[in-house]
Nanobody, 115 residues
């Protein structure tokens, strides 16, 4: 079982930045893949970014160059730094660790990009 605590969402103007955090109850380096997903109203959940146990990161084309996924082993926390935010980034963001073939989900944190 993996316990998750997400934070960092909020209201931001277009062009602004936010950093989401996902604190885990597991050693961050024991997690095979950590992903961030998002779901906008009326849309399907989409994969935003992933980072593997080895540290390889990948991003959806829609966020490439603007978002950065990283992790802090001392805090067992994964971050999603979001810059140059656009209105279309508005969604509930979820962290999703995959451990030993099992997928876990956080409760989600709301990000609203609006002027």
């Amino acid at each position: 079982q993996v316990q998750l605590a997400e934070s960092g969402g909020g209201l931001v103007q277009p062009g602004g930045s936010l950093r989401l955090s996902c604190a885990t109850s597991r050693n961050i380096f024991s997690i095979n893949v950590m992903a961030w997903h998002r779901q906008a109203p009326g849309k399907e959940r989409e994969l935003v970014a992933t980072i593997t146990r080895g540290g390889s990161a990948d991003y959806a084309d829609s966020v490439k160059g603007r978002f950065t996924i990283s992790r802090d082993g001392a805090k067992n926390t994964v971050y999603l730094q979001m810059n140059s935010l656009k209105s279309e980034d508005t969604a509930v963001y979820y962290c999703n660790p995959i451990v030993d073939g099992r997928s876990y989900w956080g409760q989600g944190t709301q990000v609203t990009v609006s002027s």
